[in-house]
Structures are given as structure tokens and as C-alpha cells.
């Protein structure tokens, strides 16, 4: 079956830029998305088709996917970013597939 | 306004079955395929189940395939996950999700969530 590996855990001080890992065999050759859930919400997406974002999103938010690894980048993190990101990519024999998630801490 | 809410989420013994409901509203609902995801408490997401638009694609993961069934009625605009011989690990939040499957497949608008709990 696929598997998608993120760090459990990333931090970065406010204003500053975070970057999230996903990792995953030929990923690039894969779209990915992201979502961003605060505790006790349910899931936002965020970034979509590797590098889109959906309307109503900020554009610090952004995407890349190459190799074998898909990143998000927070540019100018604000506190209202902490929460957990989850990667999503979709595999013809496993269907959707979501990496472990990455709590972002900014402090 | 796209909404998306779930109901029927209850504590269950194990061996014992529940239906999950999805109501849907804000969009044409037979137009969009969707999709079943859980998180158990703390843990991240897992993709439980799918169905396409009119209802003749269905998939499951396969921690659950065998056991639970997917189903939509669009005359209703309403999704179903109906779950037998539970287990606790089913126990978690289970969200249904509206499904774009465009370059990749993404879940653009999430429910929030209803409770199933599986203990003696």
C-alpha cells in the first residue's frame, strides 16, 4: 500500500517561515493537497493540485511537489497558523491516502 | 453555502452496527463524489470509504472492507455509512467530505464530524 511521511512535529517563530515535508514514493509524479485542522475543527484544504490554493485562503500559503517529496510553506507565520497539516495524495490502487499529519508549533 | 452534517454517531458494543448519515445542502449534490473519513481520538485521518456521483463506484478501505457499506441517495441529497460487526478501533470522528477528482482527487468542503464509539 502507498505511504506519505511527514515529520510529526515542526516550529517556528512567529514571522518566520515554516515548511512542512511530505514524503512518499515518485510523489512528484502524484498531485497532492494539504489540510490545516485546528483542535476540535475539522479539516481545512489549503493547498490543492500541488500548488493551488482555494479561494478564501491566505497566500502565504503555498505548494511545491518534486521527487519524492511534497512541501508546504508558511510564509510570515502568524500564531493563527499553529494546527496540525495533513498531506493527501491519491494512488489508482489505494485510493486517497493522507500522511500522518505535522503539528506546527509557532512560538 | 456548501454544509455537510453528519448524524448518528452513538457508543456501541463492539459486534453491534450503526448507520452514519450525511446531509447535504448548498450544492447539486448528485453532481460530486464523496467520501468517508475517520479520526480516531488523536490521531490523524484515514480514508474509510468512497463513492462516485451516482453511486456505481464504490470503494473501502481495507481495514473496514467487508464490514461497512457506502451509500447515497440524491433524490434526498444524502450520503450513508452503515457499519457492522464494529470494532474499537473503529472508534473515532467520521467526517464525510465532498469530493473534486480533478488532477489528483481532493475533499474541498468536510462536515463536522459525528462520534462513534465502540466500547463494552
Known amino acids: 500500500s502507498y505511504e506519505l511521511t511527514q515529520p510529526s512535529s515542526v516550529s517556528v517563530s512567529p514571522g518566520q517561515t515554516a515548511s512542512i515535508t511530505c514524503s512518499g514514493d515518485k510523489l512528484g509524479d502524484k498531485y497532492t493537497c494539504w489540510y490545516q485542522q485546528k483542535p476540535g475543527q475539522s479539516p481545512v484544504l489549503v493547498i490543492y493540485q500541488d500548488t493551488r490554493r482555494p479561494s478564501g485562503i491566505p497566500e502565504r500559503f503555498s505548494g511545491s511537489n518534486s521527487g519524492n517529496t511534497a512541501t508546504l510553506t508558511i510564509s510570515g507565520t502568524q500564531g493563527m497558523d499553529e494546527a496540525d497539516y495533513f498531506c493527501?495524495?491519491?494512488?489508482?490502487?489505494?485510493?486517497?491516502?493522507f500522511g500522518g499529519g505535522t503539528k506546527l508549533t509557532v512560538l | 453555502e456548501v454544509q455537510l452534517v453528519e448524524s448518528g454517531g452513538d457508543l456501541v458494543q463492539p459486534g453491534g452496527s450503526l448507520r452514519l448519515s450525511c446531509a447535504a445542502s448548498g450544492f447539486t449534490f448528485s453532481s460530486y463524489e464523496m467520501n468517508w473519513v475517520r479520526q480516531a481520538p488523536g490521531k490523524g485521518l484515514q480514508w474509510v470509504s468512497y463513492i462516485s456521483s451516482s453511486g456505481s463506484s464504490i470503494y473501502y478501505a481495507d481495514s473496514v472492507k467487508g464490514r461497512f457499506t457506502v451509500s447515497r441517495d440524491n433524490a434526498k441529497n444524502s450520503l450513508y455509512l452503515q457499519m457492522n460487526s464494529l470494532r474499537a478501533e473503529d472508534t473515532a470522528v467520521y467526517y464525510c467530505a465532498r469530493t473534486i477528482a480533478a488532477a489528483g482527487k481532493r475533499n474541498d468542503y468536510w462536515g463536522q464530524g459525528t462520534l462513534v464509539t465502540v466500547s463494552s
Open positions: 493527501q495524495a491519491w494512488d489508482s490502487s489505494t485510493d486517497v491516502v
